[in-house]
Nanobody, 117 residues
Framework: QVQLVESGGGLVQPGGSLRLDCAAP????????MAWYRQAPGKERELVARIFSSSSTYYADSVKGRFTISRDNAKSTVSLQMNSLKPEDTAVYYC???????????WGQGTQVTVSS
């Protein structure tokens, strides 16, 4: 079973910053579009940011200018730097890898991010 291992969630005050990291098996990472999704209580899971192997990126409008996704192809890791956090960013954040050939999706276990004073 493929495992994506996330780390870095926690509790932060509004305006603060957090960094999420995700490690994937190299065999998956090298042929995957990497992304971060989030799911708030009572809401559907939504795409936050995506990064292609070329390092081109996509961001949801709600996080543009505040979040930055990056990938380290040598280490098979993807990160999400979250700045200027807002209470509405509170959610469980999931790392995702989508194989570019068969479109199979792999998911991490999720990490809680809570933005509260």
């Amino acid at each position: 079973q493929v495992q994506l291992v996330e780390s870095g969630g926690g509790l932060v005050q509004p305006g603060g910053s957090l960094r999420l990291d995700c490690a994937a098996p190299g065999s998956i990472f090298s042929r995957a579009i990497m992304a971060w999704y989030r799911q708030a209580p009572g809401k559907e899971r939504e795409l936050v940011a995506r990064i292609f192997s070329s390092s081109s990126t996509y961001y949801a409008d709600s996080v543009k200018g505040r979040f930055t996704i990056s990938r380290d192809n040598a280490k098979s890791t993807v990160s999400l730097q979250m700045n200027s956090l807002k209470p509405e960013d509170t959610a469980v954040y999931y790392c995702n890898a989508q194989n570019i050939y068969d479109l199979v999706n792999y998911w991490g276990q999720g990490t809680q991010v809570t933005v509260s004073s």
